[in-house]
């Protein structure tokens, strides 16, 4: 079993499913910004206590998300942990998902859900059966639509940076990359990378998806060699803790940036990285364009609003790699001083959103 993070967390819900007979897990990390915004994740674990133990780790990454961001919105998740080999039918599908609103419910609008791995936004529908407190809904039922093309516009918008303080350029073309993972994110950015005359490397745990692959003219590797291929750029765009100490010391590339939650196995990994002389783009900086959609979406900004701090993605990790350059830490420490400092603002100013202009004022953001 992983090993449990620090407990920061202001409130968690772990409750065996009344409907579905599944544990579900709600993790109300920080609610000083406004009220916390992050997906659920439906999953197989080896053990409930695993998918706990992902959703605590995943809610603080949210905070960090949301914060650096410059969101009003502090930081959430929840986790459906599926027991290993377990395969819903449509029915206790639908249990869950309920049960999931029933635990959304009871923390009284501190918490907002939404999509992630595992679920979609027609599953959301039914979580607000039971719960307002859900976003993301599909857009011909007036919601926000699917996040994923948010993400990935963010995460096209940190390559150029990423690239620049690696290669003192952030040109794309003919720089090589491997993208792990071709989901709703990587697919479309491997689309928009190719279209911008990328080298493209690519795999998935779908073999299906080596159509994808083959439309784009990109060479297909297994999973397996994602991490010891080489090339000017790793993406992760699968799922997290990719980047263990092992996988660091042999990584044969000049940059990480990408669009997978919590890449790095340990804390420290942003560290080795750098002794390595590899740029890490830290991921809640680069990942933050669904929930930017989310929360502009929400407020009812039109979309040309909602681009612009999309695109403002990469001026953040451009300003976040100066930093650690000039501090002389590392990518993934100047980010969280970010997230802190407006985090601390916050608090200083007594409130979660009636002071919210004065905070983004006072770092900047």
């Not at 960090?64 to 819903?88: E, Q």
Request: hydrophobic content about 45%.
């Amino acid at each position: 079993m992983s090993a449990i993070p620090e407990f920061t967390h202001e409130r968690v819900l772990t409750s065996m499913g009344a409907r579905s007979g599944l544990v579900i897990t709600v993790a109300l990390h920080s609610s000083v910004l406004g009220p916390a915004l992050g997906g659920c994740r439906m999953w197989t674990y080896p053990t409930w206590a695993d998918g706990q133990a992902d959703a605590l780790r995943l809610s603080a990454a949210m905070t960090l998300k949301n914060a650096a961001a410059g969101l009003d919105a502090g930081g959430g998740k929840s986790v459906i942990a599926l027991p290993m080999g377990t395969t819903l039918d449509a029915a206790r599908r639908r249990a869950a998902l309920l049960d999931l609103g029933d635990l959304v419910e009871a923390l009284d609008g501190r918490y907002r859900t939404a999509e992630d791995v595992g679920t979609t936004e027609h599953d959301m529908l039914v979580v607000r059966e039971r719960t307002e407190h859900v976003v993301g809904l599909p857009a011909e039922s007036g919601g926000a639509g699917e996040p994923a093309g948010a993400t990935a516009l963010g995460v096209f918008s940190a390559i150029a940076p990423t690239l620049e303080e690696a290669f003192g350029s952030g040109e794309i073309e003919g720089r090589s990359f491997v993208i792990s993972g071709l989901g709703q994110v990587g697919s479309r950015l491997a689309r928009m990378l190719a279209g911008h005359g990328a080298r493209l490397i690519v795999t998935d745990i779908d073999g299906r998806k080596r159509e994808l692959a083959d439309e784009l003219g990109a060479q297909w590797i297994s999973p397996e060699a994602a991490l010891t291929t080489p090339a000017d750029v790793l993406v992760p765009a699968g799922l997290g803790g990719i980047l263990t100490d092992q996988a660091i010391d042999a990584l044969p590339v000049r940059a990480v940036v990408g669009p997978a939650n919590n890449p790095l196995d340990d804390h420290s990994g942003a560290e080795r990285l750098m002794q390595r002389g590899i740029v890490y783009a830290p991921d809640f900086v680069v990942n933050a364009g669904g929930v930017i959609h989310l929360e502009g979406m929400a407020h009812g900004q039109e979309w040309p609003a909602i681009a612009e701090r999309l695109t403002g993605i990469g001026d953040t990790v451009r300003g976040v790699l100066a930093s650690a350059r000039e501090r002389g830490i590392t990518p993934l420490a100047a980010a969280e001083s970010l997230a802190a400092a407006r985090i601390d603002a916050a608090r200083a100013h007594g409130s979660s959103s009636g002071a919210a202009e004065r905070v983004r004022t006072a770092v900047g953001v």
